[in-house]
């Protein structure tokens, strides 16, 4: 946990969100060490000893969702202990900490057991949303529940139809006469959709009005809870029908849910027509929310092989007992490239949580507007360099281990399963680089990488001169990306080869963070062991940013023409 307390430290931002909270805030340094060391035990204390029972997946009997054993006492000790609303305001129950607190602990928890963590997402998400579109009565009714762990939300966009391509939702909402809509659809892919950990779950849907126009444009956002109160003020069900929960690779402890809506009744959140925009509120916390989730898995999985590696004895002379397989110069490089890339993530990680954080906080407008740019730039680097991090760690991690690491007496094999879907859901790898390319460099005209790159240039000013044979490769790594972008920004216009090298633009991207991260350790107050893992990292870049560089401006005519050979070769 200390090292994510030196991410803090060293990130100028940090700096100024103490300044804007005051020095008498909970940002103090003691403070924070408290509030992490007692996260990190909960994490240890509490959730790790339910994630094998996890393993082992939920029950779905008549219609009803059992979480696996332990769940229920878990989710009472998180919110009786106040880490389900650390960054939830004051004046409801909350600590009202700001987001890099909340991502501080998160990572605790999902290092614990990620399939109970991500019950926190949706719940945090919705409590957002809410607080920013729905009308006061539902405000008034919905936001003390939910800061009191007695009601989540979940998120519906996905239909068996349509997926990420939300333009194509079928379902619909009617008014209802009284106020209220009518919701009738299906649903699916909805992570915690039903289950026995709340006394009740009101579902975030999209759908689409009488007489809206097609496309994402003619969507609307309804609340439509599991149950409704009848004329006599009991709980009465609310035509909420769970159809089945997935059988899945990994994350067998969060039920995974295909959700019909059969005139469900619910509320209007914000306006209508300006559903997908206003879902979005919930959408960035979700996808910054997966980024966690990768770095609590990867951190997870680096401790493990660092572990398992010391105890590991093989090799060595034949007349000597065997040596540590520390001793292996291979083992030895697949430690630091997983002990470094891990740091490298937790700075990416907090990076984005205090850019969220100073958007949401800045008293000027100007400072503001710049904190939001850059967040919405590293908002899919966080999201996807974490899922994929996660997935290599713990792929990582079986390696070290061997044979054993393929079994599942050892935990790696679930690690790796678990982290499988970080890269699909909330938008996959595919779906952020097209983001990065459309909308953070052509549609905003590269303010965020503008943002970015002044960071980047104050970071490289600030690293001590005793460090500065470090920065030549970050140097470059920077001057890569701008190149890069600035000929992807010449191909807006011919969108198909721009977005051939998308991927690798966003690869190139989440280098350049890493390196920015890697600057900023250096500069700061950091330990022996952070200073070299940043020399490690830098040491390391360049060669895979230019392979990234290259990709993404690669001739586009070549897949075009191959991959119309293959269809033909494919279909006969």
């Not at 000597?320 to 001793?327: G, R």
């Not at 507007?369 to 760690?393: D, H, N, S, V």
């Amino acid at each position: 946990m200390a090292s994510g307390l030196a991410h803090l430290r060293s990130n100028p931002g940090f700096a100024r969100l103490k300044e804007i909270f005051g020095e008498t805030s909970d940002l103090a340094d003691a403070t924070l060490e408290m509030i992490a060391d007692a996260a990190a035990k909960f994490g240890q204390g509490c959730l790790s000893p339910i994630n094998a029972a996890a393993d082992k997946g939920c029950v779905f009997e008549n219609g009803k969702v059992r979480t696996p054993p332990g769940f229920g006492s878990a989710w009472a000790a998180m919110v009786a202990e106040g880490w389900a609303t650390i960054d939830f305001p004051s004046d409801l129950g909350g600590s009202g900490l700001p987001l890099c607190v909340q991502t501080l602990c998160q990572e605790q928890f999902d290092r614990g057991c990620v399939a109970f963590g991500m019950l926190l997402t949706p719940q945090r998400g919705g409590f957002a949303l809410l607080s920013e579109h729905a009308t006061s009565p539902v405000q008034e009714e919905w936001l003390p529940r939910m800061a009191a762990g007695e009601w989540t939300t979940t998120i519906c966009v996905s239909e068996p139809d349509a997926g990420s391509d939300v333009g194509r939702i079928r379902t619909i909402a009617e008014p209802a006469g009284d106020g209220l809509w009518k919701i009738t659809g299906e649903k699916c892919w909805i992570s915690f959709g039903a289950h026995d950990l709340t006394q009740r779950i009101g579902h975030c849907v999209l759908a689409r009005t009488p007489g809206a126009p097609a496309g994402g444009r003619g969507l609307s956002l309804f609340l439509a809870p599991d149950w409704m109160q009848d004329p006599q003020g009991a709980p009465a069900d609310n035509g909420v029908v769970v159809r089945r929960i997935e059988e899945k690779l990994g994350l067998h402890g969060s039920p995974t849910c295909s959700i019909g809506f059969e005139g469900a009744r619910g509320w209007l959140i914000g306006q209508q027509g300006r559903g997908l925009a206003q879902m979005f509120t919930m959408i960035g916390i979700m996808r910054q929310s997966v980024g966690v989730q990768g770095l609590g898995v990867a951190a997870a999985a680096s401790d493990l092989a660092w572990r398992y590696a010391q105890e590991r004895r093989q090799g060595g002379a034949p007349e000597a007992p065997p040596t540590p397989i520390t001793a292996h110069a291979d083992v030895q490089l697949m430690l630091m490239d997983l002990a470094a890339r891990v740091e490298m993530l937790r700075g990416v990680v907090l990076a984005l949580a205090v850019q969220m954080d100073l958007s949401a906080s800045e008293p000027e407008p100007e400072a503001r507007a710049r904190a939001g740019a850059l967040a919405q730039w590293l908002m899919p680097i966080a999201k996807t360099y974490g899922a994929e991090t996660a997935a290599w760690a713990s792929s990582m991690a079986i390696q070290v281990l061997g044979g054993a690491g393929y079994t599942r007496e050892w935990p790696a094999e679930q690690l790796f399963r678990d982290s499988r879907v970080f890269s699909i859901y909330e938008g996959t790898s595919g779906i952020q680089g097209l983001d990065l390319l459309h909308r953070r460099l052509w549609r905003d005209k590269g303010a965020g990488l503008k943002a970015f790159v002044e960071a980047f240039e104050d970071a490289l000013a600030r690293v001590p001169p005793e460090h500065m044979d470090a920065t030549s490769e970050a140097r470059r790594v920077l001057q890569r990306l701008t190149t890069t972008a600035g000929q992807l920004s010449a191909l807006e216009h011919r969108a198909f080869e721009a977005e051939a090298g998308a991927s690798a633009f966003l690869e190139l991207a989440s280098l350049a963070a890493t390196a920015y991260v890697a600057l900023m350790l250096l500069f700061a107050p950091s330990d022996a062991h952070m200073v070299g893992l940043s020399q490690y990292w830098l040491s390391r870049l360049d060669a895979s940013a230019a392979k990234a560089a290259r990709l993404a401006c690669a001739d586009a005519s070549l897949l075009s023409r191959a991959f119309s050979e293959a269809m033909v070769n494919v279909n006969g």
